[in-house]
């Protein structure tokens, strides 16, 4: 599961949140950087299902070297949707399809929530 959110960019219409735009960092683990391309041009039509349910969309991920730069908006709230995600079939089968070719940070998350500093609508 990934770290505590403390820096996400909240969509509010009024009192009510609408959702949250987040942006993360992940590394590649050294030689496997066409590896990961070449697995995420065949992503599971099932985890791209559960995406879509549970309101994760605009997902994008850049690649820079081994760091990885992800950023998503989801419908809601971030935590609450993470949640389902890490305890969703096919979201657990991916995770232990790139397990192996990803650099885990030194406190073993994979993924470094990273706060905004600009957004232009």
């Known amino acids: 599961m990934p770290p505590p959110v ?22 590649v683990r050294e030689g496997y950087e066409e590896e990961y391309q070449r697995r995420h041009r065949q992503v599971y039509p099932d985890l791209l299902d559960a995406f879509s349910r549970l309101g994760i969309h605009n997902y994008s991920i850049y690649i820079h070297g081994r760091t990885l730069f992800a950023t998503m908006t989801v419908d809601g709230d971030y935590d609450k949707a993470m949640s389902e995600l890490d305890r969703d079939p096919a979201n657990m089968k991916w995770q232990s399809f790139m397990k192996e070719l990803m650099e885990p940070w030194t406190d073993q998350s994979i993924a470094h929530i990273i706060p905004e500093v600009f957004f232009h609508p």
Not at 6 to 27: A, C, E, I, P
């Open 6 to 27: 403390l820096n996400l960019s909240t969509l509010r219409r009024g009192d009510k949140l609408l959702g949250q735009r987040v942006g993360f960092v992940m590394t």
